[in-house]
């Protein structure tokens, strides 16, 4: 099965809510990526919490891993139109497999202004 | 604008046809990859160099044949396509070797949509 699982799929909000996203993940891991992909783009690098980090902090996003749980969340606060795009989890297996990424399906956000 | 440069941004191509697709970056990323991706999934791992050495084949067909001729470039030699590899083709690069590369992250370009008729 797919390793980087996400949920929801699709995820609609108003301007100014929050938005909550989870990964979830079925090997052991080195690091988990977080990226968004606007429609008709390439993907850009949010955000990377490594295996022994807990919780991490960007701008108006906050990144949290629990590695006995193996899964992952990625709340984006005070949201924005902006926002509007497709966000991937991204993990880094440990071991041999180097800088291989393997990513979840995705959700798709849509912020309504 | 994106720090990687994929060209060209759209292909159109017979199944017959041979074309390129061509990737550069300039931020000294000594890794570099190749993505597919399908309308609406994920990005699905083709190929890894590292150093200009092809380190990682994703069991890709050999219709699909990566070339780096330096660090900064990247190229897909496609030839004798099917239909179903129409899709988004994506580039990306990171820093450093395969070792420590792994925690750096990847810099994505805007793709190639390549549809095949």
């Known amino acids: 099965s797919q390793q980087g699982e996400e949920d929801p799929q699709a995820l609609s909000i108003q301007e100014g809510e929050n938005a909550t996203m989870n990964c979830s993940y079925k090997?052991?891991?080195?690091?988990l990526q977080w990226y968004r992909q606007n429609s008709g783009r390439g993907l850009v690098h949010l955000i990377l919490?490594?295996?022994?980090?807990r919780e991490k902090h960007s701008g108006r996003l906050r990144v949290t891993l629990d590695t006995s749980k193996k899964s992952s969340s990625l709340l984006i606060t005070a949201s924005r139109a902006a926002d509007t795009a497709s966000y991937f989890c991204?993990?880094?297996?440990?071991?041999?497999?180097?800088?291989?990424?393997?990513f979840g399906q995705g959700t798709i956000l849509t912020v309504h202004p | 604008d994106t720090e990687v440069t994929q060209t060209p941004k759209h292909l159109v191509m017979g199944m017959t046809n041979k074309k390129s697709l061509k990737c550069e970056q300039h931020?000294?990323?000594?890794?570099m990859y190749w993505y597919k991706q399908k309308a609406k999934k994920p990005p699905e791992l083709m190929f890894v160099?590292?150093?200009?050495?092809?380190?990682i084949n994703e069991s890709v067909p050999s219709r699909f044949s990566p070339e780096c001729p330096n660090s900064s470039l990247l190229n897909l030699h496609l030839h004798a396509l099917q239909p179903e590899d129409s899709a988004l083709y994506l580039c990306?690069?990171?820093?450093?070797?395969?070792?420590?590369?792994?925690?750096?992250?990847?810099?994505f370009g805007d793709g190639t949509r390549l549809s095949i008729l």
């Open positions: 991204a993990t880094r297996a440990g071991g041999t497999s180097y800088g291989k990424l393997t």
């Open positions: 990306a690069s990171s820093q450093g070797s395969l070792r420590g590369g792994g925690n750096q992250p990847q810099h």
């Open positions: 931020m000294g990323h000594r890794a």
């Open positions: 919490i490594r295996s022994n980090e």
């Open positions: 160099y590292s150093y200009e050495k092809l380190s």
């Open positions: 090997t052991s891991i080195n690091n």
